[in-house]
């Protein structure tokens, strides 16, 4: 009994220090930061910088003039900007990452050589990164002259500084969209949940789904975010900053997937080959499946990069470009420049749900195994 | 023991004696030679005391001023920073009782007979002068070179309506009418035109809330603007200024306007000499306007070692000091005494004009407007670039002035 004591107080105070740290550093200050995103904290010049700055409570103004006021245009750019580059990150990144893992695993000569040359990007900086492919992004130089070296003619595109958005929406349908989108999660949770023994919980997720989606089909209504309606879309600028991310990220997911193959046993392999299996089905049936929970390490990771990314982008076009912004740059701008730290503040909450919507399911669905484990 | 301690106190001692300062600025790379030029002529005047040149990398101050406010706000001042002239120091640092008065330096010094007092106007409220200014740029100057010029027939506009005029004839050789960098040069382009546009007394109203955004006569010049702006190259938003004045040197584009740092880039790191290699023009339809912009140093309440920070900032707006920062610098004297053989042959123009010329603030520089609409302004141009539509852009600007309290 004394042993078993003695035990736990060790094991307290060994762990006591890092959650001291922690409870400070960064529970302690995310505290402080979505309150100071609930204060009007810059909007009066004299209190912005003051020694000891008054700082008076406002609720939720902050985030409703974010999402809905007229001067706020760019924040609002920034998160469409950012919801397509994570999206097309992801995808490429995944993708590509994949194909170069199976080349690899096949068996090619120098097969280190290659795998070194592909991850090297991954040692650079964000920095480095978009330095380099700004050189080469440049409208009349590097990769648009590749063409011609083939004797064909110089490509026109242009790459960061297009001006050209596509797959443009209304603004205030943002709400139904979102609500359509958690909707359709809801309700795959759900009926797995269904299928599963938990029929209980599952009926819960699904008609908390149902509700939601009917609630997005009509249009969401009850919310009004604009007046009028406000045009947003993907900026075809942002191809270059997505390019630039997949080359820095994918080998990475390659040394990713690469470990997780040579993981799978040759035994799973030949066993499908036995059963007449062909080269594609052996990766669509045993492979691929067995390539899941590393896929979803790997999304988790790439998820909150993307969500957070701001060096590259600044390093490869600037801190006022809009076309290519994202949440991250201006909440930096908004703070240190315009000295409107309630508002830095205010984007700085909204990343951080956007990266909790992320990363918390899948801690909880982690944890939960490892408790029935 | 004992001789432990005196070896402490000694060693204290010697610590105290090599008294060091530092200064906070944004000049490093090809404006570091110059600060170092008026760091020697302080150290050399006050020896014992070495000055840490704090300087963070980043055009126009940006990352600069950030890691300024968290050392302010985290109560870590450095004993003096370099902070824009005008609203930059007023509306950010005065307001919020961060600066010490030096009234009592402008007296000591004499300096109320040598700083023009409209400049002093810029660094002052009712209750004190809050800054030293170093130098005096100009924002409103069109570059160009002469030689081809001449090549392509042309001569440099005097209004922007010759300017549109010549425009498509530029065009058609192929160049760029006018040279144009990333988004805060659109911005610095803005405030050149909407002063030919309005002329200096309107262009000042904007700035003390009289004349509206949206009020005609500054939709005209956001019209001005859009028209402007179609003879500008496409790819203007992955350039840097330095890239641009590059176009202009190298014949691909006819025109730029850029502050008079241009001058200093040209001069110095392109070796061009001024008057054949380039030459320059007030921005059309701005003649006989300067439109001022100016760095200078404060003294942060708090600062650590005060009597220094004080010497130093008696150097930097000294004779000796700004004579010996100014010509490397590439701007000129904000004092009416200096020295100008020491001037090359633009700047020895730009202090002609200084001196008899009307004079503005510069928006986007920090003069005329608090740091937020000046941050935030740079959303408008983006409007204007991505819509095309003036109305839109004037109504967006009036929109930001209510909401930041420009001219309150």
Redesign the interface.
Known sequence: MRRFTRDHLTAVLMLLPSLIMLAIFVYGFIGQTVYFSLTDWGRDPAQALAMRPERAFVGFENYARLFSGILESRFRQDLVNLVFFTVFFMVGTLGLGLILAILLDRGVAGEGFFRTVFLYPFALSFVVTGTVWRWMLQPQGGVNLLPTYLGMPQGEFAWLTSRQQIWRFDWNLVPSITALVVAVVLLAVGARAWRGAHRRRGLSFLVVGIALGAWGLAGGPGVELLPFPERRGFNLALIGIIVAAIWQMSGYTMALYLASLRGIPEELREAARVDGASGVQVYRHVVFPLLGPITLSAMIILGHISLKIFDLVWSMTGPDLATTSVPALLMYIRAFRANQFADGAAIAVVLLLLVATVIVPYLWTSLRGEVRR | MRRFLAILIAASLTVAAAAEIEIFSWWAGDEGPALEALIEVFEAKYPGVTVDNATVTGGAG?VA??VL??R??G?NPPDSFQVHIGKELI???V????MEDLTFLFQEEGWFDVFPADLIDLISTADGIWSVPVNIHRSNVMWFVPAKLEEWGISAPETWADFLAICPAIQANGVTPLALA???TVSHLWESIALAALGPDDYDRLWTGELAFNDPKSVAAFELMNDVLACTN?????LSWQQATDRVVDGEAAFNIMGDWAAGYMFTTLGLEPGTGFGWAPSPGTAGVFMVLSDSFGLP?GAPDRENAINWLRVAGSLEGTDAFNPIKGSISPRTDSDMSKYNAYLQSAAADFASDRQVGSLIHGTTA???F???F??VM??L??TGNPQAAAN?AQ??AL?T?VGR
Do not use: C, Y
Not at chain 2, 95 to 98: F, G, L, N, P, T
């Open positions: 940006v001023k950030a406010k968290t302010m706000l109560g509306d950010t640092w307001i919020a009782d961060r990333e988004n805060w496409a790819d203007a938003a992955g309440k608090n740091e937020n000046m941050s935030s740079a959303q983006e409007i670039l991505d967006a929109a930001l909401q309290g």
